[in-house]
């Protein structure tokens, strides 16, 4: 019995961390230039900013900033493990990097819960939801729930980030895969590795590509300035109902 759980788990623990990276990678790469060849100018996040944009305020910019501050700290302990290491070696260092990240985080949890609130509540943007904008809030919301959980429970995550995924996930790269440190790890952390995967197969597939087309060229263009002829309050009242009559600003 204890021989057949032991099969078990490592032929899990092999699809998982072995099998399920170079999966997605290849799901990633193929699926992401299949899509920008064959449509090219679909590839954004279609934005429903004007269907409604108080409640999209509260949950997009806490999302987006919080996202990007953990995306560049996960990639810095990847790029350089030493260093993140190094700074870590002083504890004041240690607790401000996992203190930043946690709230962070939790930023990002905001953001999530009042994205999905608005999918959900808001009747303009309920039509426009498809099942494919539910999952990626859901499986975001799931990463970042474990994360938060593995920030709580399993402590100075930065540094043993560094020292043990780092190595498994250049292993990974280098078509060398090492899971021998990885597997050891409790099932939350896994999960959160399994999500990150999951989440590379649906890129090709969902909105989520738009981040790698990000517009750069707002930086740069000039201004743009909008008129309004009528109220704007009174024509774009996020509380209004669908019409077939044509809008007078339209």
């Known amino acids: ?5 032991d099969n078990l ?6 699809f998982f961390l072995i099998g399920l990276p170079y999966i997605a990678l290849v799901v990633c790469v193929v699926g992401t230039i299949w899509r920008y060849r064959s449509t090219k100018f679909k590839v954004s996040s ?6 409604e944009g108080k409640t999209l305020f509260w949950g997009s910019v806490p999302f987006h900033w919080g996202i990007l501050i953990l995306f560049c700290g996960h990639l810095i302990g990847v790029i350089f493990p030493r260093g993140v290491l190094l700074w870590n070696s002083h504890p004041l260092r240690l607790i401000i990097i996992e203190t930043s990240a946690f ?6 949890l905001i953001g999530l819960i009042n994205l999905l609130y608005r999918r959900i509540t808001n009747p303009r943007v309920r039509v ?3 099942a494919m904008d539910i999952s990626i809030l859901a499986i975001l919301l799931i990463q970042v729930v474990t994360g938060l959980w593995i920030a709580y429970f399993f ?14 996930l250049w292993s990974i790269l280098t078509l060398q895969p090492d899971i021998s440190a990885v597997s050891a790890f409790p099932w939350v952390i896994k999960l959160h590795i399994i999500g990150a995967y999951v989440m590379l ?3 090709p597939f969902s909105r989520l590509i738009h981040f ?13 300035l909008v008129f309004w002829n009528w109220s704007r309050r009174k024509i774009r009242d996020d509380n209004s109902t669908w019409s077939l009559k044509r809008p007078k600003n339209n």
């Open 212 to 224: 790698l087309v990000p517009p750069l060229d707002y930086i740069w263009r000039p201004h743009q």
């Open 103 to 108: 709230i962070f985080a939790i930023a990002v």
């Open 46 to 51: 279609l934005s429903s900013q004007f269907l």
């Open 128 to 130: 426009v939801t498809n």
């Open 155 to 168: 402590r100075w995550g930065s540094s043993w980030f560094a020292s043990v995924v780092t190595p498994y």
């Open 201 to 203: 197969i649906i890129i």
């Open 1 to 5: 019995m204890n021989a057949f759980i």
């Open 9 to 14: 788990l490592n032929t899990t623990n092999n």
